[in-house]
């Protein structure tokens, strides 16, 4: 164990406590570190404060590590390189706050591209970006494009303008890379690909996926699951049987992209027959968002119980997502087994989520569409009683180069903008050209 000379942190403390006898003599020893942190003003502070941490025995609480990493990484008397050391050594698991402060940290340094390095790592580890993920890797993404024409550097900002949704920044990439005679190698190829996809723009997706002159399975991944979720569901079959035909052999991804579009389609035997192609022909494993998937078809083609059977014959415990997919399937009233089956998914689903406030309004909901209103309210009520709530539902679109987010429940006079006034308008138009 390294030692650390740890005697200049009483220093932030008056010595003559005893003086105030109408009050506690000490404060906390929390209190005491978390007063330490806010007054930081160098890494030797930095580090007397880590040792008094491990002294106190608060090594593994995650609101006092979080806070030592982001004093290290955003502090004027930061240490980033610290601050990785923490990251990787605190056992932070998902979390992403942290991984932002050491990205953010990065993005604003003489080294922008650690950010990048750090996001990949963040993505191999499984932990998930959000919002406040992207906006500090496009930065250091940003420093980067205009110091050199790094390949790498554009992978990552399109990876995070499809994560965001951002097609105008994807274009203007896109413009980039055009302008710069950068060759479109499979790497940046498929990231267009994945970008255009994700925002919506599946012509231009297509029309970059037919201009590579290689592909891998990757590249063929991307487009066939951006036709499928945008249900486009026979030209991503057409288009995963053209690679059947190809040198290229499909992966896991491929099939979820196969498996979405025979969703949409309704093809319950086609998704079957590839179902088990997968693990047959190809030697994949089926994973829980394959299994997920086949609840789905089997969901939307009103096959409940069948989507039930499949999730009890799993080799895996079932995850929440497979039962709210086959709950979010159950009208209530389905004969043969259905109101069981829905009854069952609902006990599973908040066994494993009992907090998680979509689920209790799905159920509550669900007692509505019967007509079963003393439950529907019960369930609402115990909502309000833990104090649960439901994300809102959020839509956007891009208008000026800028996202525009709306929200369930948003108050649209509060609009200061005038894009709602701007609706009505619309809308009155439209009624008056009907008459």
Request: charged share 20%.
């Amino acid at each position: 164990m390294v030692r650390l000379w740890i005697s200049a942190v009483h220093q932030f403390f008056p010595i003559n406590v005893h003086n105030y006898s109408s009050k506690p003599k000490f404060l906390s020893t929390k209190h005491q570190l978390l007063s330490l942190l806010n007054h930081c003003s160098s890494t030797n502070h930095l580090f007397e404060i880590h040792a008094q941490i491990l002294v106190s025995g608060l090594q593994n609480d995650s609101f006092f590590t979080t806070e030592l990493l982001r004093v290290a990484a955003l502090s004027p008397s930061r240490n980033l390189s610290y601050g990785c050391s923490l990251l990787f050594h605190c056992h932070f698991h998902s979390a992403t706050m942290p991984w932002n402060f050491i990205i953010r940290g990065y993005s604003s340094s003489d080294s922008p591209q650690e950010a990048i390095s750090l996001f990949g790592e963040m993505r191999r580890r499984g932990v998930r970006p959000n919002n406040l993920t992207f906006p500090f890797l496009l930065k250091a993404c940003a420093t980067l494009a205009t110091l050199q024409e790094d390949e790498t550097t554009m992978v990552v900002i399109l990876s995070a303008c499809a994560e965001l949704g951002n097609l105008s920044l994807g274009r203007w990439v896109h413009s980039q890379v055009v302008g710069r005679g950068m060759v479109l190698n499979v790497q940046l190829g498929t990231a267009f690909v994945d970008m255009y996809a994700k925002s919506g723009d599946v012509g231009c997706a297509r029309h970059v996926f037919n201009c590579l002159k290689q592909k891998s399975v990757w590249t063929w991944s991307a487009m066939i699951l951006g036709l499928a979720q945008h249900g486009f569901a026979n030209e991503a079959i057409e288009l995963f049987t053209n690679m059947m035909s190809s040198p290229i052999v499909p992966n896991h991804v491929t099939f979820i992209g196969v498996l979405c579009a025979c969703s949409h389609a309704g093809l319950v035997d086609k998704s079957y027959h590839y179902f088990n192609l997968m693990e047959r022909v190809y030697g994949i494993k089926p994973m829980m968002i394959h299994y997920g998937s086949m609840v789905d078809v089997l969901g939307r083609a009103g096959q409940v119980k069948e989507a039930y059977e499949l999730i009890m014959s799993m080799p895996v415990e079932p995850d929440p997502i497979v039962w709210r997919t086959l709950l979010s399937a159950c009208s209530g009233r389905d004969v043969n087994g259905g109101a069981e089956v829905a009854e069952e998914a609902r006990k599973r689903l908040l066994e494993l989520e009992p907090k998680r406030g979509g689920n209790v309004v799905m159920v509550a909901n669900k007692f509505a569409e019967l007509g079963m209103w003393k439950q529907a309210a019960d369930y609402r009520r115990t909502m309000k009683d833990r104090g649960i709530k439901k994300m809102a539902g959020e839509s956007c679109i891009e208008l000026g180069g800028s996202l525009r987010k709306f929200f369930s429940g948003f108050d649209s006079r509060a609009a200061p903008d005038g894009i709602y006034d701007l609706l009505d308008g619309l809308n009155l138009h439209m009624q008056l050209t009907n008459f």
